[in-house]
């Protein structure tokens, strides 16, 4: 599995983005998928994850209630809307892609895109 992200961009306080995963291959419905982030200095971070038809999602609690992941798998894509976005927001946002939803929730995953920066600040 292949996994391109775009939609990152900068962003003042308050504001809104939407990110997008791109994946190749046939068996993406398969794949539970996730995002994660990685501030300059800081470790990575689970952000959200949503399994592979769609119905179970789960959020790092700092992003609850801003945040939402989504997926359309006839177009092989996951989404990640983030609103009411905050300067500690910015970082490099990667997609993510696992057959184990609680192994993404964990940290780990199979497959990673090249992560695009998302950067809040007035």
């Not at 994660?36 to 959020?59: C, D, M, N, P, T």
């Amino acid at each position: 599995v292949q996994l391109e992200e775009s939609g990152g961009g900068l962003v003042q306080p308050g504001g809104s983005l939407t990110l997008s995963c791109a994946a190749s291959g046939r068996t993406f419905r398969t794949y539970a998928m996730g995002w994660y982030r990685q501030a300059a200095g800081k470790e990575r971070e689970f952000v959200a994850a949503i399994s592979w038809g769609g119905g179970s999602s789960h959020y790092a609690d700092f992003v609850k209630g801003r945040f939402t992941i989504s997926r359309d798998n006839a177009k092989n894509t996951v989404y990640l809307q983030m609103n009411s976005l905050k300067p500690e927001d910015t970082a490099v946002y990667y997609c993510a892609a696992d057959r184990n939803l609680p192994q993404i929730v964990g940290g780990e995953s199979d497959y990673w895109g090249q992560g695009t920066q998302v950067t809040v600040s007035s």
